[in-house]
């Protein structure tokens, strides 16, 4: 049902360039702002893309599953969402500006929407949340056009007449900037999907944010972003569900990558003063 990986725009190779990798990852260094201004100036030329926002999850799948690998590395602009990912970008020496989570870009990318007169699209969450996640958006931002907001039901992947209509009512919308939350690598399955049928419209995989900008989950306080805990936040929330996904797999998983690059940093620093004694 994921349909077949899009070709990246032909503005992707400069996109690409300067990309800091970490964990087999490449992300763009961007800071929010930055993103922002990249998909204005894209826009404005007519241009479209998909944006991803791996998290320590996300890498660490893309490390054993070729297909998510390639669904990450297919998207025009990659930015980090994990402080254990901007840690390790530090160790490396190539550090990414700061963390960038598609809960914050929601509300800064449909201000800049606002702004230009880009209509966008929501799809995902519990039903009834999209609609509140427009109403919300639309009342920080002024002038905000929604062209439309689902929540499509549960497997609806599964199923070939569904993932159809999913389609099908999001490209008749016919919005320039669509917000994808249902969960990595499902949203961005959909978005490879979607691309050939509205390439001159910008795609993010947000997650949770949908709901989070619905106001149907609260995220962490800022302290605890800032200190790379919000992970420990959603676990409390929902222990069931994330416990063996954080403690299990997660935690060892970033605990290693931290390791290894603090490793090669200290490598490189000792093969360079080696060469040059």
Not at 91 to 100: D, H
Not at 125 to 153: H, M, N, Y
Not at 156 to 175: D, I, N, Q, T
């Amino acid at each position: 049902m994921s349909g077949h990986l899009p070709e990246r725009s032909s503005g992707s190779s400069a996109a690409s360039a300067g990309r800091v990798v970490v964990g087999r990852v490449a992300f763009d260094p961007l800071t929010e702002g930055e993103v922002v201004e990249r998909v204005v100036q894209a826009f404005r030329t007519g241009h479209g893309g998909h944006i991803v926002t791996p998290n320590v999850d996300i890498c660490r799948a893309a490390r054993r599953d070729k297909e998510i690998a390639a669904l990450v590395a297919s998207a025009d602009i990659a930015v980090a969402d994990g402080m254990p990912l901007v840690w390790a970008s530090k160790l490396l020496g190539t550090p990414v500006p700061r963390r960038v989570a598609g809960a914050d870009l929601i509300w800064s990318l449909s201000a800049a929407a606002a702004r230009e007169g880009m209509p966008i699209y929501l799809l995902g969450g519990p039903s009834g949340v999209p609609e509140l996640a427009a109403q919300a958006l639309a009342a920080r931002s002024p002038g905000l056009t929604v062209a439309g907001a689902s929540a499509p039901p549960f497997g609806f992947e599964s199923s070939a007449a569904e993932w159809a209509r999913v389609k099908r009512e999001v490209v008749a919308a016919g919005p320039r900037l669509v917000f994808v939350g249902l969960g990595f690598p499902k949203q961005d399955r959909l978005i490879a999907g979607l691309r050939a049928d509205l390439p001159d419209a910008w795609f993010i995989g947000c997650g949770a944010a949908v709901t989070f900008a619905a106001g149907a989950a609260r995220r962490a306080p800022d302290w605890m972003r800032h200190a790379g805990l919000e992970w420990l936040h959603r676990l409390i929330k929902e222990p069931v569900r994330l416990a063996r996904r954080y403690l299990i797999h997660d935690l060892p998983f970033a605990a290693r990558l931290l390791t290894t690059c603090a490793a090669r940093r200290i490598f490189r620093r000792h093969t360079s003063g080696g060469l040059t004694s």
